[in-house]
């Protein structure tokens, strides 16, 4: 069974950091594109943040300099370390893995910044 499982989601003041993480389990993470999208009330699901399989990363131009995608293959995870958080940046996270036809998610995080 696949398991995408999200963590470190919360509140926080605008200018400050969080790093969310995901486990995955069932999976072979290694051969998986990972991404961080999120969606904020009323609005579509939109890509934050991916990286490849080869570490290859991109960013949605809305967090570039701000956020960093990252994995560590061996513990099956990847992370999101967000930086300078704006109110807009409020949404719930989700994590995504992708290869082929398989499509995964994660069923995702609060994050809220006050303003």
């Known amino acids: 069974q696949v398991q995408l499982e999200e963590s470190g989601g919360g509140l926080v003041q605008a200018g400050g950091s969080l790093r969310l993480s995901c486990a995955a389990s069932g999976i072979i993470f290694v051969i998986y594109d990972m991404g961080w999208y999120r969606q904020a009330p009323g609005k579509q699901r939109e890509l934050v943040a991916a990286?490849?399989?080869?570490?290859?990363?991109d960013y949605a131009d809305s967090v570039k300099d701000r956020f960093i995608i990252s994995r560590d293959n061996a513990k099956n995870t990847v992370y999101l370390q967000m930086n300078s958080l704006k109110p807009e940046d409020t949404a719930v996270y989700y994590c995504?893995?992708?290869?082929?036809?398989?499509?995964?998610w994660g069923q995702g995080t609060q994050v809220t910044v006050s303003s």
């Open positions: 995504n893995g992708l290869r082929r036809w398989n499509n995964y």
């Open positions: 990286i490849t399989t080869g570490g290859t990363t």
